[in-house]
């Protein structure tokens, strides 16, 4: 994906391929999604960033059915909690992801980066987080359990009021301070940190 978004500030904005990657990273850093950066600051059609770079890339050869991670979240247990899906990428990528892995039926519903919208909303904005809860029918913040990858978002949703856990994969590098309630390598630690959401608690 990297490639692929540095590709398109390459073509789109007349950039060497040094400053397109150091740009890209840039908007990602300040926004949360380099989309955003390129919406803000430079008019690009979002739909047709989409086109190009989201469902472009070859992910049938890249995510097979998770097993194991298909099993977590069986686990959860659906009269506690509802499993819902909340993703910066346009639905169209975030649904072909799930449904990939082999979880997209585990998730009652999921909340979107608009790119059609006229002004983009994304997380980590405080706005993209009570959208979620809106569309999820949560009115109670202490009901909201929330996993990200990214600094930035997992730091929006503590800030927000949600109990949260950061993804910090093993190859990946750790926030010099933790931004989260939890830091975890693995999915599967959620079973330790947010035990009470598990069948059995």
């Not at 010099?176 to 599967?188: G, K, T, W």
Request: charged fraction near 30%; charge should be negative; glycine fraction near 6%.
């Amino acid at each position: 994906m990297g490639e692929l978004i540095d590709e398109y500030f390459q073509t789109h904005l007349s950039l060497s391929p040094e400053d397109a990657n150091e740009l890209h990273l840039r908007y990602y850093k300040d926004y949360g999604l380099a989309i955003e950066g390129l919406v803000r600051h430079h008019k690009i059609d979002p739909l047709e960033y989409n086109r190009k770079v989201d469902d472009a890339l070859p992910l049938d050869d890249i995510i097979k059915p998770d097993l194991k991670l298909r099993r977590l979240l069986d686990d959860i247990d659906g009269s506690k909690v509802r499993l819902w899906l909340f993703t910066n990428a346009y639905i169209t990528h975030g649904r072909r992801v799930v449904k990939l892995l082999g979880i997209d039926d585990l998730f009652e519903g999921v909340t979107y980066c608009d790119y059609g919208a006229p002004k983009l909303l994304c997380k980590p904005t405080p706005e993209m987080y009570a959208k979620a809860m809106r569309e999820a029918g949560v009115t109670d913040l202490e009901d909201c359990y929330f996993v990200d990858d990214s600094n930035i978002n997992a730091a929006g949703g503590k800030a927000y009021g949600w109990k949260t856990a950061h993804l910090v994969e093993p190859e990946t590098e750790s926030p010099p301070e933790p931004v989260a309630h939890y830091q975890i390598q693995s999915l599967e630690e959620l079973r330790t940190v947010f035990p009470e959401l598990f069948k059995g608690s």
